[in-house]
């Protein structure tokens, strides 16, 4: 029965099988790791591209928000009728518009900060800053209110402390968002003190101030003192000494002094003999204005440490991108290695077991076979190969292969010895017929010797026929079997005599035609069996050839000695079959039961044998007549001529072939 696996053939290597597993694996960590590292990189750069972008953006906004403070300062002294503010509300507004532009020209700064929501947000500021002329028209021609100008430039710097707290989110670490978000304080306090400034010159200016305008006064004040008290608890190192020594100049002790008189006794000069003011307008003004710009330098000192904060983190991030990369990639490298020296091991192993499997199979088993065929007593559990290669799965399949080889040397053992029994029945029956053949033939001598009737004599003759026909037959079992006929010649036998004992053994010797023959004489150990070659190849001539036909046998002296020429006029053959057949003739297999199976035929097995036994050759091919025409070459060495002269001319003397 055939097993039949399917998909189980290989047309790759193991070892390429064995490193795509490992190269597949490291590929997809080196894609993962390399996209980590990847990501981890862009990562890191978008710290460093925030910083770069936050930091480019303080500086404009910094002067924005100091021009629209003093512009809006200005704008409400004019509104409240300080005539000589004109001048310098000119220059505060060239100034505003030269910040504004500046901060218009980060817009594609302030969209990457935030790209989902920074339409919106710019689209708000825009429109606060379309409002600024019109404001300024306004102020210009005293045809607007100070509150509405108070709202509008209040509006337009908030968009700065907006834009800040936006930077805060958006920002690519939570300890930086922190940071810039303690810095937003200081830049609200700043603004809160220039509110209450404002408000507090105005009041101050006109000598007047409402009950709800000293509330709104107050919580500005408020605002400004509040954010910067929280800063201080939340400022560290060198921000909180910058921000303690704001705290502690004289222009900040006399700014709490200014707010707190309004506060409590109202924007009064001090007439009447009531208390005034603890400075001038002036002096106020200026006081107001260094501690504004401290804190705004403080907002700006707090944003870069931030900065700075963001700049190391994306360095830190991106050498550990990279370093992780690297190393993913070095592990990746060392994997595949390991798996190609493991592969090669392993492979090495493959090779041994293939090398040890085929000296068995080569060596090994054809030594113990030809011992075998020898006739000696072989122990299969000793002569058994023993391959260990472990006990992993490579070492489990060169233990089957140990059984495998004890079942094949078995098998062959047995095999052998089932071939030699069959070897010795035949020549036990062949020895036995040839027996009672030999004593038959010598009977039948006795009789035709004895016998005087034409008739019974031809009966005889007949019977004499066949009972040479039984001696080769029992020949050819002796000859299958290994073994030499017991017919023997001791001296050299003419050609001819050899053609005519052939003939004499021929089932239709009738049909036989003998033509010119060489006087050479076959040298006497060759004679048996150059008769019994020829008696075969005669029976398969008139056996395949019509039986009103003639089988013509000739010979002719060749320069490698004597060729004798069989032709008969039969069917013939078929290219195929007379390639086959001269293929056997040329080189004969071992004997077995296998060997004859479907069209081999015996008498050619059998010339084969005794062909290859004397060096003789025997080549068929197509004959004139589309039958078969057989030549059989026998060698100088075993032919000898005679008489030269009667070789050429082709008389022959008439000599039976017997022994």
């Known amino acids: 029965m055939t097993i039949r696996r399917t998909g189980v053939r290989g047309r790759v290597s193991v070892r390429i099988r064995l490193l795509s597993m490992v190269l597949i694996s490291s590929i997809m960590l080196l894609v993962v790791g390399g996209g980590g590292a990847v990501y981890l990189v862009n990562s890191a750069r978008d710290s460093t591209d925030w910083a770069e972008l936050a930091s480019s953006t303080t500086a404009p906004a910094i002067l924005m928000v100091s021009a629209f403070q003093e512009e809006r300062r200005l704008s409400l002294l004019r509104l409240a009728g300080d005539v000589s503010s004109a001048p310098a509300l000119g220059t505060a507004k060239q100034r505003s518009d030269e910040a504004l532009a500046a901060v218009m020209a980060k817009g594609d700064a302030a969209r990457a900060l935030n790209p989902d929501g920074s339409r919106e947000d710019i689209e708000g500021y825009n429109k606060l800053f379309s409002m600024v002329p019109t404001v300024r028209t306004g102020v210009e021609f005293l045809r607007i209110t100070p509150d509405e100008v108070f709202a509008v430039y209040t509006g337009v710097i908030g968009t700065i402390i907006a834009a800040s707290m936006l930077a805060a989110r958006v920002a690519p670490e939570a300890k930086v968002g922190i940071e810039l978000g303690y810095a937003v ?17 105005v009041a ?54 200014m707010q707190d008189a309004i506060l409590l006794r109202g924007p009064t000069s001090g007439s009447d003999g009531e208390v005034g003011l603890p400075i001038g307008l002036a002096a106020w003004q200026d006081a107001s204005k260094y501690v504004g710009l401290a804190l705004q330098k403080l907002w700006e000192d707090q944003s870069g440490d931030a900065h700075a904060i963001a700049r190391h983190q994306g ?35 493959m090779h041994r077991l293939r090398h040890d499997t085929l000296e068995l199979a ?62 010795t029945v035949f020549l036990d029956i062949a020895h036995r ?61 003419p050609l001819l005599e050899l053609v005519r004992g052939a003939i004499a053994e021929s089932l239709d010797y009738t049909r036989i ?31 395949f050839s019509p039986p009103e ?54 008498g050619l097995f059998v010339v084969a044998t005794l062909a290859g036994r004397h060096g003789i050759s025997v080549r068929l091919s197509e004959s004139v007549y589309g039958g078969v025409r057989v030549v059989v070459l026998i060698p100088s060495a075993l032919a000898e001529a005679s008489d030269p002269e009667s070789a050429i001319s082709g008389q022959f003397p008439a000599v039976s072939p017997r022994p």
Do not use: C
């Not at 122990?379 to 799965?393: Q, V, Y």
């Open 315 to 349: 360095e830190r991030d991106t050498g550990s991108a990279l370093l992780g990369g690297a190393l993913i990639a070095l592990a990746a490298v060392a994997a595949f290695l390991v798996a190609l020296v493991m592969a090669n091991r392993f492979i090495a192993r």
């Open 204 to 257: 101050v200016t006109t000598g007047e101030m409402s009950a709800a305008q000293l509330v709104d006064f107050g919580r500005r004040v408020g605002e400004f003192r509040g954010e910067a008290a929280y800063s201080a608890t939340v400022l560290k190192g060198r921000r909180l000494t910058q921000l303690s020594e704001i705290t502690a100049s004289p222009q900040w002790q006399q700014v709490i002094a």
């Open 433 to 493: 017929s040839q027996v009672v053949v030999h004593r038959q033939l010598a009977l039948l001598d006795r009789a035709e010797r004895d016998e005087s009737n034409a008739d019974q004599l031809d009966l005889l003759f007949q019977l004499d026929h066949l009972a040479t026909r039984a001696r080769r037959n029992a020949e050819n079992l002796i000859i299958l079997g290994g073994e030499q006929p017991g017919r023997r010649w001791r001296k050299p036998v």
């Open 549 to 602: 036909t003639q089988v013509v046998v000739s010979g002719i002296v060749v320069g490698r000695g004597v060729a004798v020429e069989i032709v008969d006029q039969g069917l013939g053959m078929t290219e195929t079959d007379v390639a086959e057949r001269n293929a056997m003739l040329a080189d004969p297999p071992a004997f077995s039961v296998g060997t004859l199976a479907g069209t081999s035929r015996l």
């Open 185 to 201: 304080e200081e830049l609200r306090a700043a603004e809160a003190l220039s509110q209450a400034d404002t408000l507090g010159s």
């Open 362 to 423: 080569d060596e090994r088993l054809p030594e113990v076979m030809r011992r075998v065929a020898a006739g000696e007593t072989v122990d299969t559990a000793a002569e058994a190969s023993h391959l260990d290669f472990g006990t992993d799965e490579l070492g489990q399949v060169a233990a089957a292969f140990n059984r495998a080889h004890v079942a094949a040397m078995s098998a062959a053992v047995a095999e052998a010895q089932t071939k030699a029994g069959i070897s």
């Open 513 to 543: 035609a003998a033509k010119q023959m060489p006087d050479v004489r076959v040298s006497g150990h060759a004679v048996a069996d150059v008769i019994h070659l020829l008696a075969e190849l005669m029976d398969n001539a008139t056996a």
